[in-house]
């Protein structure tokens, strides 16, 4: 397989300002006529060749200016291109392919799913429909005329505004225009027996915008939620950015076998049905989040990522750390901003904080590729929106506005790189950036740590910070990355102090923020009356390791500091520490104890819960056995498990007492509602459920299972029963697949349920789920919901030292890998830790590796992932 170089851009030989495309629909043999008006670009190598992308296309006809060209002028190359030789500097490119659809697995392209058709082209998928320049930075005005069977095909949707229709007898036809120019990759087809669920908005300048959601008939009354974040979504982009939708028309399609989330495709979104389907009886609160996320994420593209796009894809965290980003600040603005950032900070360290430290460790903006696909990764989405925010933070939120003014303003309809955002939010602000770019080309988890004197004659406070971050491949050395830590001092009584530094005149009261810029910096504070204890990285402002932090100033911040984020990080890091000693007593064979502060912190967040339930319910949920094994030089996933089991049981028997009041108390006899305060009181419920169940009282976990009227209450017992053993896991079980055997996103649970449950038959289990009916290795969504979820979410069961769980995600990534390789490559993860586990461990997923790599006719994705997690 071939690699991309970031260094060896080069801008595109042909420009193709308009296309025209004719779809005649059919699920075995779809023609795509692909009218192209090239002409050269200027900008690029006179002499350079016209050649097109294409993979797996069967090329009926080409003609050139109305003249069919003959063949000796058709080079085709093996990775399915078509090279035009002699090309004119302009003229008219007509091509017809045939294409099969209904053999289509990959979900790249054109596909069906469920009779319906569908398609996916970022990043490389266009050039599986027709052939074509398949890069971003070539942006062009798409016409679509899309023909297909009147019964089988009612719906006939594609990009921007309907423009006609017609058509006789069986067969109708549709045409669409879409006025904005646009990359391939924003290309879309939706066709199919849909149904709609309409509504309007009107945009702040007056145009009436028509939203519908497609969907499958029956399916019309769980778009409410969708529909409703997706007007809160327009109207927030137009208060916060001042940006309004530019189309007549805003289509989003659901589908349940699609690849990732959603996509963002010009004026017709595509949307797995997980990201767009809810109902309390059906869907967790969890997933009413997710549904609020995604639908804001994909409209925000509209305007970061659609109208300024990516010059290639090297710069993808250009349109994904910015949408993510304001995604983030959406969220942040519809409910608590501090249990966002918390819940934000916890999936960045499950996920990119690990990536970071492993094998496919890469800079946001990466330097090579193989496979593109496997760059969407939580390092371009959630540290590249940690990397906006950083800028945001050094900047100020108001000259960030302006600096997004800019931004749009200068490179409106044009396909740009990340130093052109970087460099509007420099001008528009007056700060020199130049070194944030340190951010974007530097891989790994910079550390900081915190040194301190106090001088009490001088009543002067010297805090040091310094700043390291370890190499990764390829990157042996790294420099010094700017660093805006947000902090506050606090008195020995627990009161935040006014902060003066010693080159200010005046204090300041409350949060400040300090640049870290080099390796060790000093910051020196004035008129200190006592030894304070510092807060720092409040809101966690920047992506980083704050390490060293003595337990006693963890327990004094847990309980003081003002900051909502520091007080929860402070008890998370406390009980980090403690867990991990224990971990150590574990492997020396020792006796777990108990560290009674732990025990004291539940009953303190209990007490105080009333307050903020969502945020003592983030609070009392005890580090991840992910963020544990993340702090270890080589992990123990057992002992990791076993200690988070002694400690919840433990407290579970502490605290019973408070937590079966505060269970009790927070009883929800209402109607379901889906407010923040209703969801904190259920997530504060369950988590408490969590610790009397570990406790040793199933009977009370079988109890809400059998009363829940919502999914919430309903998946968090059945959790928590299929953890255990006997007949309520099984009886929970089966009603649940009995009652919900009709829905595939219930279903979908009900595999990651069972996948997860670390129980010593957990890979006989998954083994044995693959063969149930209801599986469906092409779904994704299935496929993910048992292989992902046992892999990822079941730590001590996946590293089981038989290294069967291990062969079972080998063997489940050979087998998919033909059918979608996209998917396959995403499943390899979990093996590239190796390095992290002991020895025996590691030789153990190696050998898997390599039998993944010897396996003949790979996908040049999980090649990529496989090999690179090898070396
Ligand atoms: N921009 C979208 C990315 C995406 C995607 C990428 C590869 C293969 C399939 C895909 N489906 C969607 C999603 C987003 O970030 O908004
Ligand atoms: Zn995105």
Not at 19 to 24: I, K, M, P, Y
Not at 50 to 69: F, K
Not at 422 to 442: E, H, K, N, P, T
Request: charged letters at 25%; a negative charge.
């Amino acid at each position: 397989p071939v690699t991309i170089h970031r260094q060896d851009y080069a801008p595109p030989a042909f420009l193709v300002d308009r296309v025209g495309l004719e779809f005649r629909l059919d699920p075995a043999a779809t023609e795509v006529r692909a009218r192209l008006a090239l002409r050269r670009n200027p900008a690029a190598a006179a002499d350079a060749p016209l050649r097109l992308d294409g993979d797996g296309l069967a090329l009926q006809e080409a003609r050139m200016d109305g003249t069919v060209l003959p063949p000796e002028r058709l080079v085709f190359g093996a990775d399915g291109s078509l090279t035009i030789a002699d090309p004119p500097a302009s003229g008219l490119l007509e091509t017809l392919v045939r294409i099969a659809p209904e053999a289509n697995t990959s979900l790249m392209g054109l596909y069906t799913s469920g009779g319906n058709f569908y398609t996916q082209c970022e990043a490389e998928g266009f050039r599986r429909i027709t052939f074509f320049p398949d890069r971003p930075d070539v942006m062009s005005r798409y016409t679509v005329t899309i023909h297909a069977d009147r019964l089988r095909c009612p719906v006939l949707l594609s990009n921007g505004n309907l423009v006609e229709q017609g058509g006789e007898g069986a067969t109708h036809w549709v045409r669409w225009e879409d006025p904005h120019p646009k990359p391939s990759y924003l290309f879309a087809l939706v066709a199919g027996d849909l149904v709609s669920v309409s509504d309007r908005f009107t945009t702040r300048s007056g145009r009436e915008v028509a939203l519908h959601i497609w969907v499958r008939r029956g399916d019309e009354s769980r778009c409410g939620h969708a529909m409703d974040s997706l007007k809160r979504s327009m109207a927030w982009d137009e208060e916060v950015f001042g940006l309004e939708y530019d189309l007549d028309v805003f289509n989003i399609a659901a589908v349940s076998d699609f690849n990732m989330g959603a996509m963002e495709n010009k004026g017709l979104n595509v949307f797995n049905t997980k990201y767009v389907l809810a109902s309390p009886e059906s869907a967790t609160d969890g997933d009413w989040q997710g549904i609020e996320t995604v639908v804001a994420h994909e409209y925000f593209h509209n305007w970061t990522g659609n109208r300024v796009t990516c010059r290639d894809w090297f710069q993808l965290s250009l349109k994904e750390g910015l949408t993510v980003f304001r995604d983030q600040e959406f969220s942040a603005d519809m409910g608590s901003r501090a249990v966002k950032r918390i819940r934000d900070v916890r999936g960045l360290r499950a996920a990119q904080f690990p990536e970071d430290a492993g094998p496919m460790a890469h800079p946001v903006r990466p330097d090579s590729y193989i496979e593109i696909d496997n760059f969407y990764t939580p390092t371009v989405y959630q540290k590249g929106a940690e990397v906006v925010r950083l800028i945001h933070t050094r900047i100020g939120a108001a000259a960030f506005r302006r600096g997004m003014d800019l931004y749009i303003a200068r490179n409106d309809n044009q396909a740009v790189t990340i130093e052109d955002f970087v460099r509007a939010m420099q001008d528009a602000s007056g700060i020199d950036l130049s070194s944030f770019m340190g951010w974007y080309d530097q891989a790994g988890t910079p550390e900081i740590a915190a040194e301190d004197r106090y001088d009490p004659a001088a009543r002067r406070y010297t805090l040091t910070l310094r700043q390291q971050t370890p190499p990764t491949r390829g990157q042996a050395d790294k420099r010094p990355v700017p660093i805006p830590v947000a902090m506050g001092l606090l008195g020995p009584d627990g009161r935040e102090q006014p902060t003066r530094l010693a080159s200010e005149n005046a204090a300041q009261s409350g949060t400040r923020t300090l640049l870290l810029e080099a390796a060790e910096q000093s910051f020196v504070f004035e008129d200190v009356p006592a030894p304070p204890v510092p807060s720092l990285l409040r809101g966690f402002s920047a992506p980083v390791r704050l390490r060293g932090v003595p337990r006693d100033r963890l327990r004094f911040l847990a309980v003081h500091d003002t900051d909502p984020f520091v007080r929860w990080e402070s008890g998370q890091q406390y009980a980090a520490s403690v867990m991990l000693e224990m971990v150590a007593a574990q492997q020396r064979g020792e006796a777990l104890g108990f560290d009674a502060a732990l025990a004291e912190a539940v009953a303190n967040t209990l007490a105080a819960a009333d307050a903020d339930p969502a945020f003592a319910a983030e609070a009392l949920v005890l580090p991840g056995e992910g963020f544990l094994a993340d702090q270890m030089e080589i992990a123990d996933p057992v002992a990791i498990h076993l200690v988070r089991r002694h400690l919840r049981a433990e407290i579970g028997r502490r605290c019973g007492p408070a937590l079966r009041a505060t269970y009790d108390a927070l009883a929800d006899h209402g109607p379901y509602r889906i407010d923040g305060a209703s969801i904190g009181r259920r997530a504060l419920r369950n988590a408490c459920l969590a610790y009397l169940t570990a406790a040793g009282d199933t009977a009370l976990a079988k109890a809400q299972f059998d009363a829940a009227t919502n999914m919430t209450d309903s998946l968090a017992a059945l959790a928590l029963l299929a953890d255990g053993d006997g007949p309520a896991r099984e009886a929970a079980l089966a009603s649940f697949h009995a009652r919900w055997r009709g829905d595939d996103l219930v279903l979908d649970k009900w595999f990651a349920i069972q996948a997860m449950a670390a129980r010593p038959d957990a890979i006989a289990q998954v083994r044995a789920l693959q063969a149930h009916p209801d599986f469906d290795l092409k779904n994704p969504n299935r496929a993910r919901s048992l292989i992902a979820s046992f892999a990822a979410g079941n730590p001590s069961q996946f590293h089981d030292l038989s290294g069967e769980g291990y062969r079972f995600l080998a063997d489940a990534v050979i087998a998919l890998d033909p059918v979608n390789g996209s998917i396959a490559a995403r499943l390899v993860g979990p093996l590239g830790q190796w390095r992290r586990q002991s020895a025996a461990r590691g030789a153990l997923m190696r050998r898997e590796l390599q039998r993944v790599l010897d396996t003949p006719d790979l996908s040049k994705g999980t090649f990529e992932k496989a090999s690179k997690a090898l070396l």
